[in-house]
């Protein structure tokens, strides 16, 4: 996979064998005394469905 950075907080990777195009945007990050946390959007060109950011979205958080 081919990694570039779009932004201090965006990131593409694309996988150059199927042509698949990862997008993903750390929406919001928070320093905690213990953990952090952390909430991501993925856009995933090969996944089937639909998140709650439309079609290959997803939302993942830590």
């Known amino acids: 996979m081919d990694r570039h950075a ?3 907080r965006e990131e593409l990777l ?3 064998a199927n042509g ?3 997008v993903t945007d750390r929406a919001l990050t ?3 005394t213990g953990l ?3 909430v991501n959007a993925v856009y995933n ?3 089937s ?7 290959h ?3 993942s958080g830590a």
């Open 6 to 8: 779009i932004s201090d």
């Open 14 to 16: 694309v996988n150059r």
């Open 20 to 22: 698949n195009v990862v």
């Open 30 to 32: 928070v320093k905690g």
């Open 36 to 38: 952090d946390l952390s």
């Open 45 to 47: 060109g090969r996944t």
């Open 49 to 55: 469905g639909s998140g709650a950011l439309g079609a």
């Open 57 to 59: 979205w997803q939302i």
